[in-house]
């Protein structure tokens, strides 16, 4: 692993916090795959003199007494997870579980070659650690809570036993706007729709074959962008194909779309066998099709591109009926915006991510991630994609469920933060809840009491390879988080 010693992050201020970041950004650290981060995050205490623990799921706690003057205040738990998104562009040959970021410094943004930055937690993991190393910066007793796994199913604050932490505030830095205070966040539960089906032998004789591929949607943050109208690569693909269908015959024979739940699909591609002599038929419905898609998503995906090349004939396709059914089961599965809260201005309340797509070899799977701040109206929500899928002979699984974060507008904690924001910067943050998933409904299950709040620096296209962070902002960020540390309250005795 590199430690880009001689890097231009590592020049940047403050100069602690960037120097954590590039250090993170060296080790390759993908969801469920930790070990490694964990390994250096003991290292690194015991090279600060700092006491380090572990749970049964593998979450660090570091903790560092108070400064001198701030023996009497409440103590803080910090908290941020130290797992990346791993998602890159078709072109960019890149390996998350051996390669370090390799990141790039451009006007006052950091962003990546070609895949996620890791910004998302890693600033937040940074600026903890940063405060842990200083001996100049005043705060009080603080534990330093890294947890794992958060963006492929949350196990980590999930796992997360009551007792192990005694703070009386969580700061949680995983917001994603220097401007906005979070104080509430959606549940989500994981949908994992499968099925078989007999593979139909091919007719190769006066047959063709082509590969088409829909790449170049902008992708990003499925709660926190879901708003924004972006292209869902894998419900777009579905209505091509059945643009097509209305001209010709063809059959498919794979799918291959989306990739992470937590992230809204950039690419599919599709094989699919048709008649020869239907060839220019299709030719002109896919050219009609790209035409089409590329003039409804000119504003947010001005990059879409639909494309095709000849191949060879596949030996199996889907059946007639199978295929029929599926494609009907995929446009029927809602996605995106399902209902906006009628009681927060602007945020979103029910959604659903249409991830990934796999159709091959007689097996189907389709990965969905449902989101809301409405316990009720996620399950309400995840049965009617249920349902799309059932009718179509698939079974649907679900896991990975947490809950939402419910706000609590009259905190001691958010007050202390809303009004030193107002202080600092002359204006009113934004209050709100958020529409990702944060991981402070989950640890508030068993720390009930502990009182909560998040905020961050300014993260651009987070979960896509267009992944940045405003340097300008992380100082802004920086400047605020200690002096939330330096006002924390008094602890009642």
């Known amino acids: 692993m590199k430690d880009y010693a001689d890097h231009p992050v590592r020049q940047l201020e403050p100069r602690n916090l960037w120097n954590r970041f590039a250090d993170l950004n060296a080790i390759p650290r993908p969801s469920k795959h930790e070990d490694r981060v964990v390994k250096w995050l003991h290292q690194w205490a015991a090279d600060n003199g700092l006491q380090s623990l572990q749970d049964e ?7 560092k007494n108070p400064t001198p003057g701030m023996e009497s205040r409440k103590t803080v738990v910090l908290q941020s997870h130290v797992d990346m998104v791993c998602q890159k562009n078709e072109a960019t040959e890149f390996d998350f579980t051996s390669e370090g970021i390799r990141m790039i410094v451009e006007g006052d943004w950091v962003r990546a070659d070609g895949t996620t930055l890791g910004a998302d937690n890693g600033i937040g993991v940074a ?13 009080p007793a603080l534990e330093a809570l890294f947890t794992i796994d958060e963006e492929t199913g949350m196990t980590g604050a999930l796992g997360l036993q009551g007792g192990f932490l005694t703070g009386d505030i969580l700061l949680n830095l995983d917001t994603e706007d220097d401007d906005e205070i979070s104080i509430g966040c959606a549940g989500g539960v994981d949908l994992t729709s499968r099925g078989t089906y ?37 419900k777009l693909m579905n209505r091509v194909l ?64 639909l494309e095709w090349t000849e191949t060879d004939v596949p030996d199996f396709v889907l059946g ?11 446009q029927t599965c809602p996605v995106g915006i399902h209902r906006m809260s009628p009681d927060i201005a602007g945020l979103v309340q ?15 799977e389709i990965q969905c991630l449902n989101r809301s701040s409405v316990d009720s109206e996620k399950d309400d929500h995840a049965r009617s994609i249920e349902a799309a899928f059932a009718l179509a002979g698939l079974y649907t699984e679900r896991s990975g469920a947490y809950p939402g974060w419910t706000p609590n507008p009259s905190s001691e904690a958010v007050a202390m933060c809303r009004d030193l924001y ?20 989950i640890l508030g299950t068993n720390y009930p009491d502990m009182d909560m709040v998040s905020f961050g620096p300014n993260i651009r296209g987070a979960h896509s390879p267009d992944e940045c962070v405003q340097i300008s ?8 988080f200690l002096e939330v540390l330096n006002r924390t309250p008094e602890s009642i005795a």
């Not at 600026?127 to 705060?139: F, G, M, N």
């Not at 001209?247 to 992230?263: F, P, S, T, W």
């Not at 007639?320 to 995929?330: G, H, K, M, V």
């Not at 902002?473 to 605020?480: E, H, L, N």
Request: glycine share 8%; charged share 25%.
């Open 57 to 63: 799921v593998g979450n660090v706690l570091i903790k």
């Open 127 to 139: 600026s903890i650690l940063a405060v842990l190393e200083s001996s100049d910066l005043p705060h």
């Open 198 to 234: 007999v593979p139909e032998e091919t007719v190769k004789e006066g047959n063709e074959a082509m590969t088409l591929v829909l790449r170049g949607a902008s992708g990003g943050h499925s709660g926190m962008d879901i708003h924004k109208g972006l292209a869902n690569a894998n």
């Open 242 to 305: 059945l643009e097509a269908l209305d001209h010709i015959d063809l059959r498919v024979a794979e799918i291959h779309g989306g990739g992470l739940r937590n992230a809204i699909p950039r690419e599919s591609r599709v094989t699919v066998v048709f008649a020869a002599s239907d060839r220019d038929v299709l030719l002109e419905a896919f050219n009609a099709s790209g035409s089409t898609l590329k003039s409804e998503y000119r504003t947010t995906d001005p990059d879409l591109v």
């Open 320 to 330: 007639e009926d199978d295929q029929y059914a599926l494609l009907l089961a995929i």
């Open 350 to 364: 029910t959604s659903n991510n249409l991830a990934r797509v796999s159709v091959a070899s007689g097996n189907v």
């Open 422 to 441: 107002e202080e600092r910067y002359q204006e009113t943050p934004r209050v709100l809840a958020c529409h990702a998933g944060l991981e402070c409904g």
């Open 473 to 480: 902002s992380v100082q802004k960020f920086w400047g605020y």
